[in-house]
Structures are given as structure tokens and as C-alpha cells.
């Protein structure tokens, strides 16, 4: 089991391997759509790792990229339509990086790194537990983006109004994504610090 836990701290996908940063930094500014892409990273990360490891025997080594593109998208598909009929008003926050899950570099190393070679329950496992670790960082930019940003958690107001009437203002850099590449810079540091 120890293995596994590995994605939450000294493993983490972005703070470690750097990868899947590009839509970290895009859907962090508000905690909702975090989560939201978070379970939907975890989601296809845990579906497409156990799917390949039920057919890792079979698929032949030259197109096994393609294999796994085609189970990745159809799990994307999946979860996208999920998105746009049950949280339309997420979806639309997310627009294109639900569909650029696809090209997520933590899932397709994931699914070449050990679902290829392993079986189906430590596979899945494994999977979520990336998806997971991905997930964490999301959430604590995200936690920190807008409450400094905004003033809000999940959008309702944390900060108290007196605050604003004796002048405390909202960190308005804080909702652009340079923060949450400067904030994801200094989990890096912190993590590689120990």
C-alpha cells in the first residue's frame, strides 16, 4: 500500500515529474472547477489505467499509443458528457480542458510506465491514486487563489465584510494564472526542500 501513496507527497505528479501543469494553472482560480477537474483527472487516470491492464496482452507494441489515446478519449468523452449534463455551469468553466485530459502527461506516463506491465486492481489502483495527487495540488492553489483573490470559498464569502470596511482589499494577481505558477513553484521548492 505504501507504494501507492507515493502520488501524495514525495511522487506527485506536478511537484515532482512536472507534469499536467498547463491545465493546473488554467482552472485554479476558483475551488469548484479545481475539484471538479481533479475527480474528472482521477476518474479517466483510474478507468484508463485498469482498461489497459485488462488488455495489456493483447495490444500489439506499435500501436499501443494509439490504444491508449482511443480508451483515454473515450473515458474524456465520458466524463465530459457527465460534466455537461449534471454541472453544466462547470463544464462551461472548464470549456477545453476537460478535452486536453486526453494529452495529460500524467496519464498517459501512468498507462505506459505501469499499467502496461501490471495487473488490473494494482493498475487501477495506482491510477487513482495519481489522479488523486494531481488532484491535491489543484485544490490547494486553488484554495488559496480565491481566497486571497476573491475574498470566497466554493463562492461563498469567507472574508468578513468588515474587513473591507477598513480596508482590506482583495489580492486581484492572486486570480490571474502567473499565481498559480508562482504558487505551484513553491510547493515544488517546499517538497524538494525536504
Known sequence: MKQYLGPLSKENPILVQTLGVCSALAVTAQMKPAVVMALSVTVVCACSNLFISLLRNTIPPRIRIIVQLLVVSFFVIMVDQLLQAYLYDVSKMLSVFVGLI??????????????????????????????LGYG???????????????????????????????????????????????????????????
Open 102 to 131: 486526453i494529452t495529460n502527461c500524467i496519464i498517459m506516463g501512468r498507462l505506459e510506465a505501469f499499467a502496461l506491465s501490471h495487473k488490473p486492481l494494482p493498475s487501477l489502483m495506482d491510477g487513482m491514486m495519481n489522479g
Open 136 to 194: 491535491l495540488v489543484l485544490v490547494v492553489v486553488a484554495f488559496f487563489r480565491e481566497l486571497l483573490g476573491s475574498g470566497t470559498l466554493w463562492n461563498h464569502q469567507v472574508v468578513p465584510q468588515a474587513w473591507y470596511a477598513t480596508g482590506y482589499l482583495n489580492n486581484s494577481l492572486m486570480i490571474l494564472p502567473p499565481m498559480a505558477l508562482i504558487l505551484m513553484g513553491t510547493m515544488i521548492w517546499i517538497i524538494n526542500k525536504q
